[in-house]
């Protein structure tokens, strides 16, 4: 699967799991080395998020495309207070099962914007660790609708449509 995958998703994506799948070791990379090897094709567009609480998940970095394209930094903010109440237990289940299982998870999100409308994000979320071995996600996100000129995206309101992947090295 791995082989047919790596040429079916957009290259952000496959460049994103083909780092994943380098720096794993028995278990899910540290985010260091993530980081170390700078790929200025992907790092922006990063959403990393600490997964090892259910009630609070705290945002640990947003990439610059990511701010720029938002409108904000959610840097140091819950992102589970950045979901609609009805989809909070889809993130929480989503993260506890990239980190138990060493799974990648592809979604199709629904985002709304200050102005009400909505937005789709293609969003691509693999299972990292930090130097205290706690888990995180790091979510690649690829918006597929441009915002309007000073308007924010301000929540998560549904998923579309979402898959899980076998990672090529767990």
């Keep these: 699967m791995a082989g047919r995958l790596g040429r079916d998703i957009p290259e952000k994506f496959r460049r994103h799991l083909q780092n994943w799948?380098?720096?794993y070791r028995g278990g899910p990379p540290y985010l260091a080395d993530l980081f170390a090897e700078s790929d200025p094709a992907t790092q922006p567009w990063l959403v990393v998020i600490d997964t090892e609480h259910e009630d609070a998940q705290n945002i640990?970095?947003?990439?610059?495309?990511?701010?720029?394209?938002?409108g904000s930094d959610a840097t140091g903010f819950d992102f589970l207070q950045t979901v609609t109440p009805e989809i909070k237990a889809?993130?929480?289940?989503?993260?506890?099962?990239?980190?138990?299982?060493?799974?990648g998870k592809f979604h199709?999100?629904?985002?709304?914007?200050?102005?009400?409308?909505?937005?789709?994000?293609?969003?691509?979320?693999?299972?990292y660790r930090r130097k205290d071995d706690l888990p995180?996600?790091?979510?690649?996100?690829?918006?597929?609708t441009a915002l309007k000129y000073g308007e924010t995206g301000s929540q998560v309101r549904s998923i579309l449509a979402q898959f899980w992947i076998d990672l090529p090295a767990a």
């Design 21 to 23: 799948t380098k720096f």
């Design 60 to 70: 640990r970095l947003v990439g610059t495309a990511i701010a720029d394209f938002f």
């Design 90 to 103: 889809v993130f929480v289940d989503a993260h506890r099962r990239i980190n138990r299982d060493l799974v």
């Design 108 to 127: 199709l999100a629904v985002c709304s914007t200050s102005t009400g409308r909505e937005l789709e994000v293609l969003a691509f979320a693999l299972p």
């Design 136 to 144: 995180c996600a790091a979510w690649l996100l690829f918006p597929g």
